[in-house]
């Protein structure tokens, strides 16, 4: 009985798929095994893990290997057909785009979408002990090999006491949040894992600079509350009028007493806004509703 040619051909190109499956999933086996068991928690098999992640060659030593094992099996495809040679690339030369399309798909895959999802599936989040407000923030640009080193990144960073959060996002950035209070930029900048990935920060979110502008801020809008200049009325108060966002001078805030007019044209939109949500404070007793 005469095979169907076209049976062959098909199952040929089957062939070519799994082995270009195969040969792009190849260099993303430590990386999968590292993810899945930090996950479950496996800490000891991922310390195991941990020096072959450690080498930033080791990677790349894989990728090669995953191509080679590519063409060592297309060379044995095109051999055993009896047509290794320029002519046969050509005849198989769908067989051949499967093999390394696949091979190329997969590693995309990993890339761009597995890593990125699976590293910050058991990322850790800030507490409830603290707000975001009271919360510091750096983003760093990390010189891994791919994104399947961000879950090394972020269970060493987990470590550390006073890190509230850490986010990956492609291809490299670590967003952390962390309370300055129990630590510091530069002890992060430190660890020891940032010798062997070199890192950079691009970002930073100081929030107790932020506070102590604030203090100052609304420790000013009290003593000229007090010297009757700011009557303000919501709390906590508009600070656009005293920092002269608004008609009145600066340092000054007359929006209750322009309630008291009924000429709400000339309250400054953070008071309307906070009456809006219920921040009414005023002398009067009440607040227009709006």
């Known amino acids: 009985m005469k095979k169907n040619c076209c049976f062959k051909n098909e199952k040929s190109k089957e062939k070519g798929f799994f082995i270009g499956l195969f040969s792009g999933i190849l260099p993303h086996t430590f990386c999968i095994l590292f993810i899945i068991l930090s996950i479950i928690g496996a800490t000891t098999a991922t310390t195991l893990l941990k020096p072959f992640l450690f ?20 060379i044995f495809y095109l051999k055993r057909n009896k047509i290794l040679s320029f002519s046969g690339i050509k005849r198989k ?19 761009m979408v597995i890593f990125p999802y699976l590293a910050n ?49 492609f291809p490299n950035l670590f ?65 656009m009028c005293y920092l002269g966002n608004w008609i009145f001078e600066d340092g000054v805030c007359d929006c209750e007493e322009m309630i008291k007019k009924g000429d709400l044209s000339k309250v400054c939109p953070q008071c309307l806004k906070g009456i809006k949500e219920g921040k009414c404070k005023s002398g009067l007793g009440v607040c227009p509703a709006l």
């Not at 499967?98 to 590693?107: A, D, E, K, Q």
Request: glycine share 4%; proline share 5%; with cysteine.
């Open 55 to 74: 080498n930033r060659y080791f990677f790349y030593i894989l990728i090669a290997i995953s191509f080679l094992f590519a063409t060592f099996s297309a």
């Open 93 to 111: 030369w769908k067989y051949l785009s499967i093999l390394y399309g696949t091979t190329i798909f997969v590693n995309l895959l990993f890339f």
């Open 121 to 169: 599936l058991d990322r850790t989040r800030p507490t409830k002990l603290f707000e975001d407000s009271t919360l510091s923030s750096l983003t760093l640009k990390v010189q891994i090999p791919c994104p399947g080193h961000a879950p090394l990144i972020i269970q060493e960073l987990k470590k550390i006491n006073g890190i509230e959060g850490v986010e990956f996002k």
């Open 175 to 239: 967003q952390i949040k962390f309370n300055p209070k129990r630590i510091d930029k530069l002890e992060i900048l430190s660890l020891k894992i940032f010798q062997t990935f070199k890192v950079e920060m691009i970002k930073e979110n100081d929030s107790l600079e932020r506070e102590k502008i604030l203090f100052q801020l609304y420790s000013a809008i009290e003593k000229a509350k007090k010297e009757g200049k700011y009557k303000c009325c919501i709390e906590p108060p508009c600070t």
